[in-house]
């Protein structure tokens, strides 16, 4: 499987600032995606990063607050923005097999974000 | 009713305990099926795939039953590495992931 890494690992930010997370793949994915976990609960998708075009959303999730880019098929990033207490969770950028968003998928470690 | 609903434990299993999980889920049209294995302050990881014929992999099995819509885990002869949290992902348009059951295993 893909080698994810995924920079910073953890931050600790002030409220209305806004943060960038990086994941960087060791090879050519076609489908990356975004994930929320917070504290005690299970994963959330936030979008499916898409090359060349703008992210797709799930619901409850928007651009304005989540902007992501994907410039090439090894490299992504999330940025988190206006960050309030609310949005301190894990984010995990994943990859995905195959061509399919239903097909098994390998997560990166992490980014442990803690907002004050 | 949520898309993918797991007992969340805790288990607590004596070493060399067999351990059973199971996960049921909603959408009758999904496509696969995972186990991840999450250990505490780390990310998730492929367990194993879920096929309706069943599949083994070492102490591991799993099933899948479409037409009652659950899938189980069978963990045989418990390590104590083996103390995780364990995640039931079912995919159709995208993965969606259960809360997750906490195994602890007893020395």
Redesign the interface.
Known sequence: ?AVISQKPSRDICQRGTSLTIQCQVDSQVTMMFWYRQQPG?????IA?ANQGSEATY?SGFVIDKFPISRPNLTFSTLTVSNMSPEDSSIY?CSVGTGES??????????T?LTVL | RKEVEQDPGPFNVPEGATVAFNCTYSNSAS??F?WYRQDC??????LM?VYSSGNEDGRFTAQLNRASQYISLLIRDSKLSDSATY?CVV?????T????TRLTIIP
């Not at chain 1, 968003?101 to 992490?110: I, K, L, R, V």
């Open positions: 499987s609960q299970s994963l959330t998708l499916t799930e995990l968003s239903y097909n098994e998928q390998f997560f990166g470690p992490g442990r | 496509q696969s995972f302050r780390k990310e998730p990881k492929l795939s995640l995919g159709n348009e995208k993965l992931f259960g809360t997750g």
